[in-house]
């Protein structure tokens, strides 16, 4: 039976939201290692008090998954037995990724998800019983207990938490890293069973100070209440770039300890998120020196179109592209290249103003079935910088044949417009669009305004703006009019992602998915979602079958237990 990844997410996602973390700096930090990559906590604390408001729990929606779905008579007898495992579902859910790099230049990825329990004796009983387990010995350390799955998965616990460990091991082609005098290497062989075991004793035996509870911005993310939680450092991510042939001079430097926290919240009417990214000595210095602005919002406020699909509006200083190539110590050799090429590396870097504006409207997918250039409508436009910077560049490519000048004016050429690109520049702007007569009245400049105050409202004093109508496009991209089609359509509205500029210690981020349901909690929205999706995935299965086509399985076909064994 072909188990896919989307139904352990769903399992994952059901585990998460049951259990529960709290406001409070979280005991469970303690047993992850402060060089984790990444770090989820969910605080169902919040999140139940929300849904018992609501008169809902995950449990009911759970529940009512499992009676619509009829393919597996036996799933309430499994969740059952799932719910009397020792599992603590009202204690907090954390989720980490760590990595360990080897001698061989091949790496593995550990994923992580650490979750309460109550009784290890009731857990070790459940975990024996799965078919994939059985037959599998349980091994005490003197912290913990563990059952090794294979290779790729280990199951430990110790009274308070249980840990479930997979990972991803990645290994480097033989030969691939000659030395010095370009002797072919062959790699080391590496025991994933050993080292999954390694990495599983130390989140046991390390001491606090190893931890990353003691990482400063992780103590003052859990300062705030809130729904949920996230911690990333580039780290880790750099140790396996570092991996490949082409290695970067001052890369680790550049890209070593850059930290991202935020914390999201369901919320009356919306999901929202806030985020913080703070950057190294390097980094940080560098967004210093080339600051950004902030947007321009006269590039969007006449756009001739009031069925906005997605709109996006960026301020930078496009001199931190050389800023970033000087301290990686490559940009001679590719202002090098530029000025060979004819040209000027410093007309590059001043050519454009760094502020721009891309929207996207008009969405058809019917149009689209008929003719693959009429899907929509889009409009990209830069603002000019220097000048004679940017008509250095442009009359290159004028030379070139891609481009047509007219005194200070430039319009796509014939290959351009073979592609559907039209192309109009002048000294304020270069736009590219799909679109002549879109062109001609976004020129005119005299459109009513096509997003509410409120949107446009939310555009000043940011660097970096997106807006998508999430409910505009459900309506384009729906093929019919079932139940579930409609209930998401009355669910979701839109999407606003906006950030400040870089403040000399961090950059502020914020995330607001809103619903159409402005008087009820997000969550609530959302969960009201699954039993539709569900009762719909059912009917497609059965028409598959009827017409002899795809497999009838049903979305719970897996045993829970089956499922818990087989991640």
């Not at 080897?102 to 994923?111: E, Q, R, T, V």
């Not at 550049?254 to 919320?267: H, K, M, Q, S």
């Not at 442009?394 to 047509?404: N, Q, W």
Request: glycine residues 4%; neutral net charge.
């Amino acid at each position: 039976m072909q188990r896919k990844p989307f139904y352990y997410g769903i399992l994952l996602a059901g585990i998460c939201m049951l259990a529960a973390c709290s406001s409070k700096m979280p005991k469970e930090l303690r047993l992850i290692p402060n060089d984790a990559s990444t770090v989820i906590c969910i605080n169902n604390d919040q999140i139940n008090t929300k849904l018992t408001t609501a008169g809902i729990s995950i449990d009911s929606v759970i529940q009512q998954l499992i009676k619509k779905d009829t393919g597996n008579s036996e799933l309430v007898h499994q969740y059952q037995l799932l719910q009397k495992a020792g599992i603590n579902f009202t204690n907090r859910v954390m989720i980490f990724k760590t990595t360990k790099v080897y001698a061989n230049k091949s790496y593995s990825n550990f994923l992580s998800m650490i979750i309460g329990i109550n009784d290890s004796s009731k857990l070790s009983a459940y975990l024996t019983q799965i078919d994939y387990l059985k037959g599998r010995d349980i091994h005490k350390e003197k912290e913990y207990a563990f059952i090794q799955m294979d290779g790729k998965g280990i199951i430990s616990w110790n009274k308070e938490n249980a840990i479930l460990t997979m990972q991803d091991y990645t290994e480097q082609p033989r030969g691939l890293f000659p030395d010095s005098i370009m002797r072919v290497n062959e790699t080391d062989n590496i025991s994933q069973v050993d080292e999954l075991k390694k990495e599983v004793n130390r989140y046991y035996t390390e001491s606090n100070s190893a931890s990353i509870s003691v990482v400063p911005l992780v103590k003052d993310l859990f300062k705030q209440s809130a729904d949920g939680y996230f911690y990333t450092n580039s780290t880790n991510a750099l140790s396996t770039l570092n991996m490949g042939m082409l290695q970067l001079p001052k890369l680790a430097e550049l890209l070593n300890n850059n930290i991202t926290t935020g914390t999201f919240n369901f919320e009356k009417g919306k999901v929202a998120a806030n985020t913080n990214f703070y950057p190294n000595k390097l980094m940080k210095a560098i967004l210093q020196a080339y600051k950004s602005g902030k947007v321009n919002t006269k590039l969007i406020e006449h756009y001739p179109s009031k069925n906005i699909d997605f709109a996006m509006l960026m301020a930078f200083n496009p001199k931190i592209i050389n800023g970033i190539l000087q301290q990686l110590d490559v940009a001679p050799l590719v202002n090098g290249f530029l000025d060979k090429s004819g040209i000027p590396s410093d007309a590059v870097y001043n050519a454009f103003s760094g502020d721009m504006a891309l929207v996207i409207s008009d969405i058809n997918p019917k149009n689209y079935a008929q003719n693959n250039n009429q899907w929509g409508k889009y409009l990209l436009n830069m603002a000019i910088g220097n000048d004679s910077s940017f008509h250095s560049i442009m009359d290159k490519i004028a030379e070139m044949g891609f481009i047509t000048k007219e005194k200070d004016t430039y319009q796509s050429g014939k290959l351009m417009r073979d592609m559907h690109l039209i192309l109009f520049a002048n000294n304020k702007n270069m736009i590219i669009t799909n679109d002549s007569a879109l062109l001609v009245a976004y020129n005119n400049n005299n459109a009513p305004a096509p997003l509410s105050d409120n949107v446009l409202q939310q555009m000043q004093n940011t660097n970096t703006f997106m807006y998508s109508d999430i409910g505009k496009i459900i309506d384009e991209f729906a093929t019919d009019s079932s139940s579930s089609n409609e209930l998401i359509h009355h669910t979701f509205k839109d999407i606003v992602i906006k950030s400040e500029p870089f403040n000399g210690t961090n950059t502020s981020s914020n995330f607001v998915l809103r619903m159409q349901n402005e008087s009820q909690n997000s969550l609530v929205s959302m969960l009201q979602l699954f039993p539709y999706i569900s009762d719909q995935m059912q009917k497609n299965r059965a028409a598959r079958k009827q017409d002899g086509k795809g497999n009838p399985e049903s979305i719970f076909n897996v045993p829970f237990s089956s499922r818990l064994g087989s991640l």
